[in-house]
């Protein structure tokens, strides 16, 4: 069974950068898109961006300026965001996103969830 | 961005009964529809692919239906771990984008 199981610091003071990490075990890390998703209090789930196996990325314009996603070691991926402010507290999820079972497109895999909060 | 819009925002209903959250797309998404079950403190879980398509794993009373810009999910006799919120969510195109939610609240 696919796992992911995320870990970050979740308490960042205003200008700093959040980095949160993604372990994927249980299945291929090849041949799926990896994504980091959020959710501010109060608000919908937002999705931020993706990776696939090949490193090639892609980002919500409206984070991208501030977004990095990467492969850090094998099935391990990473979202950082510089410069947070107290807009960008929430619970953050990696996710794996499935486009293997045509035509359908979805995330069918997420991590727990970690509790971002930035203030100061 | 594509818009997604759910309604009702809230609904309150009983164990055993059928109920059903629309979900309207700002632009013609085909069949590129999910559907989304999120508890408190859990990740979310999804329940519906490709409008509907049940995920392997998620009951019979779930189901999906509806194209292009109008999509509803059904559940058909409520049992009390299906109390929960339940989002959509469109593919066709990134940024792929949620809709606001509806929680489903225990009469």
């Known amino acids: 069974q696919v796992q992911l199981q995320q870990y970050g610091a979740g308490l960042l003071r205003p200008s700093e950068t959040l980095s949160l990490t993604c372990v994927v075990s249980?299945?291929?890390?090849?041949?799926?898109?990896w994504n980091w998703l959020r959710q501010s209090p109060g608000k919908r789930l937002e999705w931020i961006g993706e990776m696939n196996q090949s490193g090639r990325t892609t980002y919500n314009p409206s984070l991208q300026s501030r977004l990095t996603i990467a492969e850090i070691y094998r099935s391990q991926f990473s979202l950082r965001l510089t410069s947070v402010i107290a807009a960008d507290s929430g619970t953050y999820y990696c996710?794996?996103?499935?486009?293997?079972?045509?035509?359908?497109?979805?995330?069918?895999?997420w991590g727990q969830g970690t509790l971002v909060t930035v203030s100061s | 961005d594509i818009q997604m819009a759910q309604s009702p925002t809230s609904l309150s209903a009983s164990v055993g009964d059928r109920i059903t959250i629309s979900c309207r797309a700002s632009?013609?998404?085909?069949?590129?529809l999910n559907w989304y079950q999120h508890e408190p403190g859990k990740a979310p879980k999804l329940l519906i692919y490709?409008?509907?398509s049940v995920q392997t794993g998620v009951p019979s009373r779930f189901s999906g239906s509806g194209s292009g810009t109008d999509f509803t999910l059904t559940i058909d006799g409520l049992q009390p771990e299906d109390f929960a919120v339940y989002y959509c969510q469109q593919s066709f195109s990134s940024p792929f984008t949620f809709g606001p939610g509806t929680k489903l609240e225990i009469k």
């Open positions: 490709a409008a509907s």
């Open positions: 632009h013609n998404l085909m069949n590129y």
């Open positions: 249980g299945g291929s890390f090849s041949g799926y898109y």
């Open positions: 996710a794996r996103r499935n486009t293997m079972l045509s035509p359908g497109d979805f995330f069918d895999f």
